[in-house]
């Protein structure tokens, strides 16, 4: 029996036409070296609004993680959302596949784009590992940072000590980039401090076709980039205002490495942690989230205002 509905790609579709409504357009930019960069752009990038990019984790494409922040940032910011590189329409032949060159790419095509300074970058998960780059690599380009439930303090050995509810790479690869019902549970289970209970195989298995199954490898070569021979003593401090947030029962990334992200960054860095919330802030708590984004990058801006 021929499939004919896909809810995945059906709500796909409708997570496309929220971000046209709310004012982005997709573009697509060959950056001449055998990458091309998908991102959603202003229509009408405003020169007196600054400059937001959201950047996506692992899962689906960038739409699926922040539909529900564009409509209330698209009014103070000229927001550009990527798809990173093997996620969305964004790919690359080349063999590179640290976060170092996904922050090199985004940068890029941001530039492609005419945005060249005073960028403000909000990254979750594996999408704040890049954001981090970004602002470590093109200082003068980033203004602030947020990094959501971002491990980027980890190191390899964190994992042999325990620190992880998995016990190898190769277990967190088969979850993170899960191929069945079983594992995308499995996923939710950790993701999600109260995951959903009994989601049907169906529907997992059609989020899994479509969303988990291209570029399998690349991700699989992404996760294992960041994980081997990673040193806290590697990790450049970055210099700009920075906001740490963090889910209380975070089991992706426990919570410790945000502790010990705020002690590496000092002064310069603010940690919060949302109550009851996992891995997902964004899908689990996003009007939480939404406080916390308004208060360190749209307050700051009305408190600017002449008269104020």
Known sequence: MV???????????????????????????????????????PKLHVQSKP???????????AMWQWNDFISPLISRFNVYVPDLLFFGES?????????????????RVMEAHGVVSGMNVVGISYGGFVGYRMAAQFKERI?????????????????EEGMFKVKSVDEAVSILLPQTPDKMRELMKLSFSKPTQRVPSCFLNDFIHVMCTEYLQERKDLILA?????????????????????GEHDQIFPLDLG????????????????????HA????????????????LIDPLSQAKPGN
């Open 51 to 61: 400059t937001l990019v959201l950047i996506h984790g692992f899962g689906a494409n």
């Open 91 to 107: 790919y690359t032949t080349r063999p590179e596949r640290s976060e170092q060159f996904q922050a090199e790419c985004a940068i």
């Open 3 to 41: 499939k004919c509905f896909s809810f995945t790609a059906t709500r796909d579709s409708c997570f496309r036409c929220s971000f046209s409504s709310a004012g982005l357009r997709s573009s697509t930019t060959d950056l001449g070296d055998g990458t091309v960069m998908h991102v959603w752009i």
């Open 259 to 278: 502790h010990r992200l705020k002690r590496h960054l000092g002064d310069n860095a603010e940690l919060v942690i949302i109550k009851n919330a996992g």
């Open 226 to 246: 960041l994980h081997k021979d990673r040193r806290l003593s590697d990790l450049p401090k970055i210099t700009q205002p920075t906001l740490i947030i963090w």
């Open 281 to 296: 802030i964004n899908a689990e708590k996003p009007k939480e989230l939404f406080k916390h984004l308004k208060s360190f």
């Open 143 to 159: 203004e602030k940072v947020v990094l959501c439930c971002t491990g980027v303090c980890l190191e390899e050995k964190d994992m």
